[in-house]
């Protein structure tokens, strides 16, 4: 098929003109678009990084300090309790300190969850399930990545929980569990997580639908200002067209149509110096001489 040529000169530059500015309004939109869910991707990944490190030296504290410490005094018959359960599990201890951390950073999430777990608050919900399985699959020990839930698109890190022989304490069989803990969460089954394989993940999530909004609201501003910027000089050109060439021209055309006529009395009166101003002088001559003409046929 064959488009029709346009027969106006107007079209002839409008078209291209709008062509190239819709071109143009979209690429920059698109490209504020993704560089704007980019920055904010990075500004997330930062910001997780610090919570992380707070969270990976909270834990580490717990296991390196506080749990041998503990079982020392325990073991001295200290106490006369069997077991201090938030001081001794990481996992509460780094909960604990998180939810003051995302109180301050605001819609950060952590959640420490697993497969057979004994707190059931820590059971994964079926994203945080697939991500597990994702780690599992892949032998992988953490990832990064935009997921959707219930609520909405979500910026994840995770990372894979590997117990490792002393998790096995309180989260092997029953049989081997201290009292307090059985006392306390009542496990219905043995949570029989295996050394060196994949259990769980400690997540951190952010919601990310209000950034991808912002990102698409700003990718729109962006393409429209381009695009109006383009708007602006098909009708500045049009404008000027039709000032300079368009409206001398068609009373040239009318002119031309009086002297076929034969009504050769009345002067073109276009003045200006331009090109159309020269064809109208030449205009002019002819019609001073074709006056001329007539008036001695007279
Ligand atoms: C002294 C007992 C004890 C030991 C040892 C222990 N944990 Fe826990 N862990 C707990 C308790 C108690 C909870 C439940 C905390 C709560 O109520 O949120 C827990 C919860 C968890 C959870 C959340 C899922 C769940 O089961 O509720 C993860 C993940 C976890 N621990 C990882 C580990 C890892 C990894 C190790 C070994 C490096 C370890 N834990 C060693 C007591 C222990």
């Known amino acids: 098929m064959r488009l029709p040529k346009p027969k106006s000169i107007r079209w002839k530059v409008a078209i291209p003109i709008v062509f190239i500015g819709l071109v143009s309004g979209l690429s920059v939109g698109l490209y504020s678009y993704y560089s704007e869910i980019n920055q904010a991707k990075r500004n997330v990944e930062d910001q997780i990084r610090v919570a992380m490190a707070f969270t990976k030296a909270s834990r580490e504290y717990v296991r390196g300090i506080l749990r041998p410490k503990i079982g020392e005094l325990l073991a001295s018959g200290c106490g006369g309790v069997d077991f201090v359960l938030e001081a001794q599990s990481s996992s509460f201890f780094t909960a604990s300190i998180f939810k003051d951390v995302s109180e301050r950073l605001g819609s950060f999430k952590l959640r420490q969850v697993a497969f057979n777990p004994l707190n059931p608050k820590d059971e994964p919900s079926e994203m945080e399930a697939k991500v597990i399985n994702f780690l599992k699959a892949t032998n992988s020990k ?11 698109k979500q910026f994840v890190y995770a990372s894979a929980v590997i117990p490792d022989a002393g998790c096995l304490a309180c989260h092997g069989k029953r049989e081997s569990m201290p009292k307090a803990l059985l006392e306390r969460y009542k496990p219905q089954y043995d949570p029989n997580w295996e050394v060196g394989k994949v259990v769980g993940a400690v997540m951190v999530t952010v919601p990310f639908d209000a950034v991808l909004a912002k990102a698409q ?12 910027i383009f708007l602006g000089i098909i009708l500045f050109l049009i404008a000027a067209l039709n000032y300079l060439v368009f409206e001398p021209i068609s009373k040239l055309e009318h002119k031309a149509e009086e002297i076929a006529k034969g009504n050769v009395d009345e002067p073109v009166d276009i003045t200006s110096e331009d090109e159309i ?15 001329k003409v007539m008036d001695l046929l007279k």
């Open 142 to 152: 953490e990832y990064t990545g935009i997921v959707e839930d219930t609520t909405g």
């Open 277 to 291: 101003g020269r064809l109208a002088q030449a205009f002019e001559r002819m019609r001073v001489s074709i006056k």
């Open 217 to 228: 609201l700003s990718g729109l501003v962006k393409g429209l200002v381009v695009f109006s």
